[in-house]
């Protein structure tokens, strides 16, 4: 992707980007890929512009700094779809239901719990991601590859929570690819048609190995601000 001085036109041009790699793609009758513009870090005065000129679906990762961001933006633009990208603690589970449309991290029974029960009691229109650590890595969060097709029937059908699909962030420094294929294996084995897959240095493998939803932060907005929203 060419890099243009501002968020708007490197939004733009990454949606046609991604239109040319789906179309020459396996996938290319199914829905378009989902562009979710990761915020994180930047502020209003440099989101909005991208609403105005007509992007929807957001990404942020603190639901504190969500919270902070995003109150007043919702109330302006009722269209926009906010998804949760980061780690969910159960203390936050209100407000974030509160706040985001999508939770792409579900990863693990109590948190599953938590949610599928103030969803079904506020009958709440929110879908869920669960999210899976590929790579096993200790330090990320997400279930175990072995331990996934338990944990979505689980989810489903004894927790009745709303799963969409699947949600992975592949190790650092390993082939993507590799990771992107497992977690489509274990969505279709599952009946799961979304896949939140692929992030701006590797979207367009993520593409072409079935992703329905790219996070995309820096490719968007440049480097990450240091701005505080405590
Ligand atoms: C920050 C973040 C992204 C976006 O990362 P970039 O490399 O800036 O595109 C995507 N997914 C998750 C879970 C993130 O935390």
Redesign the pocket.
């Known amino acids: 992707m060419t890099f243009s001085e501002n968020p708007r036109d490197r939004l733009q041009k990454l949606n046609e980007e991604v239109i040319s790699i789906q179309s020459a793609s396996y996938k290319s009758n199914s829905e378009p890929v989902k562009v979710?513009a990761?915020s994180?870090t930047h502020g209003p005065e440099v989101i909005e512009p991208l609403i105005k000129a007509g992007h929807t679906i957001f990404?942020e990762?603190r639901v504190q700094e969500a919270n902070a961001k995003w109150s007043d933006l919702r109330a302006r633009y009722p269209k926009i779809e906010l998804h949760l990208?980061?780690a969910l603690q159960r203390n936050k589970v209100t407000l974030a239901l509160k706040l985001f449309d999508v939770i792409?991290?579900i990863d693990r029974l109590s948190l599953a719990r938590a949610v599928a029960s103030h969803i079904n009691s506020e009958k709440l229109g929110t879908k869920c991601f669960i999210q899976v650590n590929t790579g096993e890595e200790p330090q990320k969060s997400g279930v175990a590859p072995k331990d996934a097709d338990e944990f979505i029937s689980k989810c489903i059908s004894d927790l009745g929570l709303p799963v969409v699909g699947l949600?992975c962030?592949p190790p650092s420094n390993e082939e993507a690819s590799l990771h992107f294929a497992l977690l489509r294996q274990i969505a279709d084995r599952n009946n799961l048609k979304e896949l939140s897959m692929g992030?701006?240095?590797d979207?367009s493998t993520a593409i072409e190995f079935g992703a329905t939803h790219i996070?995309?932060?820096?490719?968007?907005?440049g480097p990450?601000s240091d701005y505080n929203f405590k």
């Open positions: 979710v990761v994180k990404g990762n990208i980061g792409e991290t949600m962030i992030m701006s240095a979207y996070r995309v932060g820096s490719g968007i907005f990450r």
